[in-house]
């Protein structure tokens, strides 16, 4: 199972479609809306980076608290549709040109569903890492470092911290360090890009079809944010447990206040659960080889 996981990964990773899917994160997570201006129209990070003066020399615009990370609706809508069009359509073209019956005589169909599964997920958790990686270069590139500011600045900047942010990202801050930041939005990218690719994941189960794979996905998930904001403005006490299912929260910044325990045991759950039904889904098929 381990080989045919390590050549599956292989596969997407060496597809012109996996890099423009990085590629694409990349910009979506600088399309973040950062403020607005004086007339209500809003201000990107890809705006300031071309305009500098839109920083408006704040403190609040340096390069960590960008790197802390802006919600990004832009990815939040389009996440499911870039990581299942890393990897499924490598997964259906095994699918619709048989080359599962060759595959079979070699290894067993659980392993074989099993190592589709795997990849498909650490596949759609490293193309959000890799499209986060290149933002962030951007970012620390494009923006000032929290030095650069007066010493005045600084010391209000960590003053509104304590009040804002969690404690280990205020000890980052004034430590000065970015591999801190670096290291939990690579952990909360990774799980974001292998959770959103789950649906799609389960769809190609029972279509090859690949426009349908794709584009159902983004149908559901948007229904499922929808859904969400609908209980939370209605003050529905489901809200707080559904909230953490899926990838919802995980693009969320590290600046808020989640559930962690709570956020963590959800999504273990929907992992389990969705490699359950995807196994229950191959292995009650007929025959494989004509999937």
């Known amino acids: ?51 500098k003066s839109k920083m408006d020399d704040d403190i609040n615009y340096n390069s960590l608290e960008m790197l802390a990370g802006k919600d990004s609706l832009w990815l939040m809508m389009f996440v499911p549709v870039l990581t299942a069009f890393a990897f499924v359509p490598v997964l259906n073209e095994d699918l619709k040109h048989r080359f599962t019956r060759y595959v079979m005589p070699h290894v067993s169909k659980k392993n074989y569903f099993s190592a589709s599964y795997l990849s498909a997920v650490i596949c759609g958790g490293i193309m959000l890492i890799i499209g986060s990686l290149l933002a962030e270069l951007v970012i620390c590139l494009s923006f000032p470092g929290i030095q650069s500011f007066s010493v005045q600045d600084q010391a209000g900047y960590y003053e509104m911290l ?104 959800c999504n273990v759950g929907v992992f389990l659960f969705s490699y359950l039904v995807y196994m229950l889904i191959n292995l009650g098929k007929a025959d494989t080889c004509e999937s």
């Not at 948007?222 to 899926?246: C, D, P, Q």
């Open 1 to 51: 199972m381990f080989k045919l996981l390590r050549t599956n990964i292989v596969r997407t990773l060496t597809d012109w479609k996996f890099w423009m899917g990085s590629a694409a994160v990349c910009v979506m997570l600088l399309a973040a809306v950062v403020k607005l201006d004086i007339n209500g129209d809003s201000i990107t990070m890809i705006d300031m980076i071309i305009d």
């Open 162 to 265: 304590e009040y804002t942010a969690p404690a280990w990202y205020c000890k980052a801050v004034k430590t000065g360090s970015i591999a801190a930041v670096l290291l939990v939005n690579a952990v909360r990218y990774f799980a974001y890009g292998a959770l959103a690719v789950i649906p799609a994941l389960l769809i190609s189960s029972l279509s090859i079809n690949i426009y349908f794979v794709i584009s159902l996905p983004f149908l559901l998930c948007h229904l499922w944010e929808r859904f969400i904001v609908y209980l939370a403005m209605n003050g529905s006490k489901a809200y707080i447990t559904l909230v953490n299912i899926g990838y919802y929260r995980l693009g969320s910044t590290i600046y808020q206040d989640l559930d962690i325990k709570g956020l963590i045991r």
